[in-house]
């Protein structure tokens, strides 16, 4: 009986083990740049990292509160995200509160920190 139990609580350990590793290794960020880089996200034709190779032109959109892209207004990082979706991918804007939305959000503030700790780099294009 004994052995039984230390069996199954062993093999509850490895599980839970192996699903902390498989969480690491799934950060919203790495989903969110899965997402960048394919072609077909939110059923359009581009993907986001075709004009924004590597982040390009996104290292300060984590802590702006308006946009404007293409002479359009866009009041929030969701917003900006969704224009570029319809107008630049052409594909369907999501839902802003969707887990698609909050980890291509959290790939785009991840480029922020990646390019913090450098001053006088200034992002080209701006
Ligand atoms: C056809 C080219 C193109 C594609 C594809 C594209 N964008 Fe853009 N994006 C732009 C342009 C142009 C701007 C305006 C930048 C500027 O003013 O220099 C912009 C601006 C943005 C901004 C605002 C940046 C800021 O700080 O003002 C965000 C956020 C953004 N894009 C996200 C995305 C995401 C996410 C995708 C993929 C769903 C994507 N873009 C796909 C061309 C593109």
């Given at each position: 009986m004994k052995m039984i139990r230390i069996a199954v609580m062993s093999m509850v350990a490895v599980g839970l083990l192996f699903s902390f590793a498989a969480a690491k290794k799934h950060l919203p960020e790495e989903r969110g740049k899965t997402l960048f880089n394919d072609?077909?996200?939110?059923?359009?034709?581009?993907?986001?990292?075709?004009?924004?190779?590597?982040g390009k032109g996104l290292?300060?959109?984590?802590?702006?509160?308006e946009f404007n892209i293409m002479g359009k207004a866009q009041k929030s990082l969701e917003e900006a995200v969704n224009f570029c979706i319809v107008n630049a991918n052409k594909g369907k804007a999501i839902d802003v509160k969707s887990d698609q939305m909050k980890d291509m959000v959290a790939y785009i503030k991840s480029m922020k920190a990646a390019t913090t700790?450098?001053?006088?780099k200034k992002a080209p294009g701006y």
């Open positions: 072609t077909k996200f939110a059923g359009g034709s581009k993907a986001c990292n075709d004009c924004h190779q590597n290292e300060k959109a984590a802590d702006k509160k700790g450098k001053p006088g």
